[in-house]
């Protein structure tokens, strides 16, 4: 069953290093994510991202967070300065065509220890 | 804005009781309704979901979920759990405006502990 790959499964950096995080989405989907769950928290978007561009993003998606689909396969978050809030999971997530699908196919997230 | 609230933050059962958890929505349009489950040291993964048609949807590993549209609620069930159900469980929303591009809206999680 095609999937969502994150790599790493687990970064610990300094506070002001850029981090970046990888994410390779299923084959054949458009639509492509970033959500985080800080700890004990809830799930929380970041940004969407189609056709080459941001789509929408949150709040939390300041000028510190940038991301890429650098080729056909890959999707990566880069978070340029770090700070000890950024510490989370960060699930990458990919969906098919057609608004009505709705379905997200998530990632095993990428724990981010900043310290 | 909307927005997912699941009332019970930690519900803790004995095996083979009956589970119970509360979502409810804001938002008065047309929307898709998912519960993830996320294992402990694992990913989410999606249970059940609601497009349209009929508002009780069966999932996978007998949950079931009833969306009520007059209530904004979407509450998941299970007539029996079992230990294996111990998780965190996400309800969340795709509302669709014309235009939007569907991000899901979590809730903020249920832990469910099951007792052997």
């Known amino acids: 069953e095609p999937e969502v790959t994150q790599t790493p499964s687990h970064q610990v950096t300094q506070m002001g290093q850029e981090v970046i995080l990888r994410c390779v989405p299923i084959?054949?989907?458009?639509?492509f994510y970033w959500y985080r769950q800080i700890l004990g928290q809830k799930v929380e978007f970041l940004v969407s991202?189609?056709?080459?561009?941001?789509?929408?993003k949150s709040e939390i998606f300041d000028d510190q967070f940038s991301v890429e689909r650098p080729d056909g396969s890959n999707f990566t978050l880069k978070i340029r300065s770090t700070k000890l809030e950024d510490s989370a999971m960060y699930f990458c997530?990919?969906?098919?065509?057609?608004?009505?699908?709705?379905?997200?196919?998530f990632g095993e997230g990428s724990r981010l220890t900043v310290l | 804005a909307q927005s997912v609230s699941q009332h019970n933050h930690h519900v803790i059962l004995s095996e083979a009781a009956s589970l119970e958890l509360g979502c409810n929505y804001s938002y008065g349009g047309t929307v898709n309704l998912f519960w993830y489950v996320q294992y402990p040291g694992q990913h989410l993964q999606l249970l059940l979901k609601?497009?349209?048609?009929?508002?009780l949807v069966k999932g996978i590993k007998g949950f079931e979920a009833e969306f009520i549209k007059s209530k904004f609620s979407f509450n998941l069930r299970k007539p029996s759990v079992q230990w294996s159900d111990t998780a965190e469980y996400f309800c969340?929303?795709?509302?669709?405006?014309?235009?939007?591009?569907?991000?899901?809206?979590f809730g903020k999680g249920t832990k469910l502990s099951v007792k052997p």
């Open positions: 609601y497009f349209s048609g009929d508002p």
């Open positions: 997530a990919s969906r098919g065509q057609g608004l009505s699908t709705g379905e997200l196919f």
């Open positions: 084959s054949n989907h458009l639509y």
């Open positions: 969340a929303v795709n509302a669709v405006p014309r235009g939007s591009q569907g991000n899901l809206i």
């Open positions: 991202f189609y056709n080459n561009e941001i789509s929408e």
